[in-house]
């Protein structure tokens, strides 16, 4: 097998029948790159996994080191139960950016990205590891700030368990552009276009474009 092609396949997620896009594929992704991008830049997921015969999700944060992914939840939790018995939990990431408004409601849409994982996991057990993963999140949310801080004491230590996550396999998706139209609505005295998604927490993204009516 040549370099290239190694590298590349390695650049490439691993997708099964059940991570494979069916419906929407032109907008499925199998690059590490893409999923990686998305989970650095939102560092919240949702964790689903089987307790019992049921289902669970729970939202959590999540980062990465390299190909690996890292969470943290109390000693002796379910979860950590589960993957050290050699379970799979699926881990699921979204971010809506902007809503995709059309001249008909049928059209109407989301610009997002997201991603679909299946992971089987291990905990994290010595120490000068345990720190390092926390150093590389901390340092992520402020640079150096990990170096002015008292590091994790033994108790603090015994009371996490951290979690290191293989990626068995996976998918990303997402949506970008305008909105898709059917040629006789396009006289309709509509607007259409992209409004960046708002919470009341930013007022910079309550701003709507120029040209948007009154109501919006």
């Known amino acids: 097998m040549s370099t290239d092609l190694l ?12 991570s494979t ?12 790159a893409d999923v990686y991008q998305l989970i650095d830049d939102l560092k919240l997921a949702h ?42 939990i699926c881990v699921s990431l979204a971010e809506c950016s902007e809503w995709v408004m059309a001249k008909s409601a049928y059209h109407h849409s989301a610009n997002y990205r997201s991603a679909v994982l299946y992971c089987t996991g291990e905990r994290v ?10 150093e590389v999140v901390i340092n992520q949310m402020e640079e150096g700030r990990w ?28 949506r970008s552009g305008g909105p898709v139209e059917e040629p006789e609505d396009m006289e309709l005295p509509v607007w259409h276009g992209t409004l960046p998604t708002s919470s009341p927490q930013d007022k910079d993204k309550n701003k709507t474009p120029s040209g948007c009516p009154v109501h919006l």
Not at 70 to 83: G, T
Not at 150 to 173: D, Y
């Open 47 to 88: 964790i689903g996994f089987v307790i019992d015969g049921g289902p669970v999700i729970i939202p959590i944060t999540l980062w990465r080191i390299e190909d690996s992914l890292y969470f943290h939840v109390a000693n002796k939790s379910r979860l950590q139960r589960l993957l050290e018995s050699g379970g799979e």
């Open 125 to 134: 057990t010595e120490d000068a590891d345990f720190d390092k993963a926390f």
């Open 147 to 174: 170096e002015h801080l008292r590091p994790p004491n033994h108790s603090e230590r015994k009371a996490t368990a951290l979690l290191k996550l293989t990626i068995q396999e996976g998918s990303f998706k997402s």
């Open 7 to 18: 590298e590349s396949t390695e650049q490439i997620l691993p997708h099964s029948k059940r």
């Open 21 to 32: 896009v069916r419906r929407g594929a032109k907008r499925a992704s199998y690059n590490k």
